[in-house]
């Protein structure tokens, strides 16, 4: 097509007109200043001091220059004084004196327009105000031509250069590309669905996590159905001009339209698409316009327009009402974590193009990895190769994939921190106490690796590893991590006589839960089934100011004993399983100050005089969501 706008080579051709102006400029100027040379500093004398100087000779030379209006006088006195002078235009006497007393110069009378000099004075001014106005209309939307264009979309459009991404490099979402597969089959062939009287979803909204894959998820979407792809951000809707934002809206889908069928993608859609009225005050008034525009026109669609909205945000329960009814955006696809599989699947689509030694197995590392989204998937393996280059090896081995691993979590290696005996070994005793509770308590999770190397703000850790994907946590397993997170502070407690700001983290944590535990999933006894107040995550939505509490001071009193009660129990627990099993810690003590790192079957063989001490403490309510999805490790913050 003729008007085919494409973003690849976009900047190269503003780069090539960018150059054009300066040059063009730069050669005006060049010329202009050829040609009117700024005069020296000069002496401005009246028309009679100038006749008196000449009569005493004292004048050297002169010359003049006529003009319509004016006739203007610069030369030099015998003394080399620079000046000018004003003349009458008509002075016969005027020319002889100068002869008479030898005066040189040029007496001719030379004709300047007044247009041609005023068009020297303001040329430099013109360029540079047309120079200005080609930088904002580039700046503001330029590919529509307009100069000024704010109100323009700036969605990029890919056409013939849309992504060449297809629904084989997205690994780990079978739901969501079966999913999308209608709105796919819909874009090739509407027809089929029009002759059986079928309305394919105006709109989809992806929702997931960040990370998870949702925009490379569109644009897999546009690379199989290979239409037309409009791409743009919620917040390059918004701007501080009033109705700014609802004009993009509109001319985002008068493009849609003149393409069609095609794909519009709005990423981030929460930027634009919050509830009404939820901000202090009574809400933002350019972005409720906005979003007023976007709904109105979701609505304007025929039914077989043949224009799919896509949509991908990772606060749903932040969008308005409105904007999620049907015969708008009418399907929710979820692009949730990756299972094992999905993992598995993940990071051979990466692993594609990096030499992996034979050794790497993708699904252990799977396992290993149980709670990163694709894209931690990806910064661990990239991870991986620079380690490799680092090290000057020509190949990724399992041990870089380990280390990789361990930064992904923890972070860095601090090995410029240095740490004293006294705190090793502190150190030492704290995350030996995390293994060994864990190791004891925990069934279906196993220790994997103990560390007391320091980490990003972690002085040590230790990495538990879920032996398959979980979806509910039960109250005994609840209880359980809470004496695990407990372990290291027992351990200091038991072995050292006292503890150390080292436990920060795992306290939080573990009050974290047991207050889950009592307010939202009613494990309870004491209090009951019941769940006490709303999320205080609420604070950041922008729908309340502060957390709402539906419950008495005296339930609030109770709730905080509850959960002290729990939280001393489990502290209890973790004291009694180190105090049954102190010879495995203190060998397991000696071989992280000997080795600082224990994993594999060295950590297996320190671990095994370890009592299974699982037993089921009290009933068991139905299952519910966990608190927290991914990895329990355990961390030291430095102090």
Known sequence: MADQRKTGGSNNNLIKELVGWVLLFIIIWGAYSLFTQPAAPATQLSYTEFVAKVRAGEVKEVSFTISDVVQTGTGTLKDGTKFTTIAPLYDASLYPLLVEKGVQGDFSKVQTSIWVTLLLDILPYVIIIGLWLFMMQRMQGGQNNQVFGFGKSRAQLFMDNRPR????????????????????????????????????????????????????????????????????????????????????????????????????????????????????????????????????????????????????????????????????????????????????????????????????????????????????????????????????????????????????????????????????????????????????????????????????????????????????????ELLREVAGLLGGSASEKLFLGSISTGPSNDLERATDIVHRMIRAYGMSDKLGPLTYGKSSDLVFLGKELSEERNYSEATAEEIDAEARRLVEEQYQRATEVLEANRDALEHLVALLLEKETLQGAELDEALSPVKDQTGESGDLPTPVAPPQAGPTVGVQPAS
């Not at 220790?447 to 946590?473: C, K, N, W």
């Open 165 to 476: 991404v297809t629904f084989k490099d997205v690994a780990g979402l079978d739901e969501a590309k079966e999913e999308t597969g209608e709105l796919i089959e819909y874009l090739k062939n509407p027809k089929k669905f029009s002759a059986m009287g079928a309305k394919i979803p105006k709109g989809a909204l992806l929702v997931g996590p960040p990370g998870c894959g949702k925009t490379l998820l569109a644009r897999a979407i546009s690379g199989e159905a290979k239409v037309p792809f409009f791409n743009v951000s919620g917040s390059e809707f918004v701007e501080m001009f009033v109705g700014v934002g609802a004009s993009r809206v509109r001319d985002l889908f008068t493009q849609a339209k003149q393409y069609a069928p095609c794909i519009v993608f709005i990423d981030e859609i929460d930027a634009v698409g919050r509830h009404r009225g939820a901000g202090i005050g009574g809400g933002n008034d350019e972005r409720e316009q906005t979003l007023n525009q976007l709904l109105v026109e979701m609505d304007g669609f025929d039914a077989n327009r043949g224009i799919i909205v896509l949509a991908a945000t990772n606060r749903p329960d932040v969008l308005d009402p409105a904007l999620l009814r049907p015969g708008r955006f009418d399907r929710r696809i979820v692009v949730d974590l990756p299972d094992a599989k999905g993992r598995e699947e993940i990071l051979k689509v990466h692993a594609s193009g990096k030499p992996f030694a034979p050794e790497v197995r993708f699904d252990t590392i799977a396992k290993e990895t149980a709670g990163f989204t694709g894209a931690d998937l990806e910064n661990l393996l990239n991870e991986s190769a620079l380690l490799a280059v680092r090290r000057g090896k020509t190949t990724i081995t399992m041990d870089e994939v380990e280390e990789a691993i361990d930064k992904v979590i923890a972070g860095p290696q601090k090995k410029s921190r240095v740490i004293s005996e006294d705190e090793r070994r502190r150190i030492a005793y704290h995350e030996a106490g995390h293994a060994v509770v864990g190791k004891a308590l925990a069934s279906k999770e196993e220790v994997h690796r103990i560390s007391i190397v320091s980490r990003g703000m972690a002085l040590g850790f230790t990495l538990q590893l879920p032996t398959e994907d979980r979806y509910m946590r039960t109250r005994d």
